[in-house]
């Protein structure tokens, strides 16, 4: 039985999040042993928008 890590990665940007996904998804899938669930979180240019 294979040990699988399981990781979740947020993609936040103060724009669509497109460019920071795709950068994000590119380095995460050298990680071929870890299982990430990827969120990306757009438009957060404030603290109370990152907060929330």
């Known amino acids: 039985m294979d040990f699988v890590m399981k990781r979740t990665a947020f993609f936040i940007s103060d724009g669509t999040g497109i460019t920071a996904e795709s950068l994000g998804r590119s ?3 050298q990680f ?19 907060r929330r």
């Open 32 to 50: 071929s042993d870890v299982e990430i669930d990827m969120q990306t979180k757009p438009y957060i240019d404030t603290l109370e928008k990152l």
């Open 27 to 29: 380095l995460l899938a």
